[in-house]
């Protein structure tokens, strides 16, 4: 019994567990580049920062813990604005992010590439600008990246297409431009593919899967089409001029000779 008592004690004088120090600088950077004008994200304060996990038990709305680390953040349809941090990157356990449905800009931070385990990157229907970073092939795990409905630019990078776990890829609806990558449009053995759906709504984006740019075919046509209307009308102008040119020149000759007739005496 005694022991059992000295056991409680110790365990009573034990400090409390505080968060990783890197989860703490993650939260509070994310904290700090994000806006939230209805105040969905009250509870994310310094001192929550602080010992955000207790095992399995979050004390974030929208944070999900595994042995007392920041395991999933799930930030969905809560009009967030602002920009997404770099220091997002602090967040080394992260396996799943989800900031989806809000109206966050900015770039996507090439600094994700330092989140290692992560599985799921999902930051669709926001207003996120610039290119894709090719860094997130780094992120080896990667088996959902879902960016449909921004405002990115620029060419997929090819190098996405090495994610041998990516099962679920979409960036429809963007501003994106340029070949459509090979292993990620036709992708070959029993590596998922994706069809058209996952790239369409970008204007300026083409390859397999997508239909062929029949605008550009139709271009085409309407050029030769202006090339050969012009050329006939060039010709039937010219051949107008001469016709002109004739009639005028007839008519000078045949007032030369009834000049010349009336200058010749009579016989």
């Known amino acids: 019994m005694g022991l059992l008592i000295l056991f409680l004690l110790t365990c009573a004088a034990l400090p409390l567990a ?3 120090p890197n989860d703490e600088a993650c939260l509070t950077h994310l904290s700090e580049s994000l806006k939230d004008p209805l105040k969905n ?4 304060t310094k001192s929550t920062f ?15 813990c595994n042995n007392g680390r ?37 770039t996507i931070p090439t600094d994700l590439q330092y989140l290692v385990n992560l599985a799921v990157l999902n930051l669709s229907s926001n ?22 409905d921004n405002l990115l630019t620029g060419q997929i990078p090819q190098e996405l297409g090495l994610l041998a776990r990516l099962s679920a890829f979409d960036v429809s609806y963007n501003k994106l431009s340029g070949p459509i990558p ?6 070959s053995g029993n590596l998922p593919k994706f069809n058209a759906t996952s790239f369409i709504g970008n204007k300026d984006l083409y390859g397999y899967p997508l ?9 085409i046509l309407a050029i030769v089409g202006i ?8 010709l039937v102008l010219s051949f107008t001029g001469v016709c002109i040119w004739l009639k005028i020149t007839e008519q000078k000759m045949a007032n030369e000779e009834g000049k010349i007739s009336q200058l010749m005496p009579d016989y």
């Open 18 to 20: 505080s968060s990783d």
């Open 41 to 44: 994200l009250q509870n994310w």
């Open 50 to 64: 602080a010992n955000p996990c207790s095992g399995f038990t979050s004390y974030l709305p929208g944070a999900t």
């Open 70 to 106: 920041i395991y999933k953040l799930s930030l969905t349809n809560l009009s967030l604005q602002g920009s997404i941090s770099p220091f997002l990157s602090n967040c080394t356990n992260l396996q799943s992010l989800d900031l989806s449905s809000n109206s966050i800009s900015g």
């Open 127 to 148: 207003r996120l600008e610039g290119e894709i970073p090719p860094q997130l092939t780094l992120c080896a795990y990667l088996n959902v990246i879902d960016l449909h």
């Open 182 to 187: 090979a292993y990620l449009g036709n992708r």
């Open 211 to 219: 239909p062929p740019m029949k605008s550009k075919g139709l271009s």
């Open 227 to 234: 090339g050969l209307g012009s050329g006939l009308a060039s």
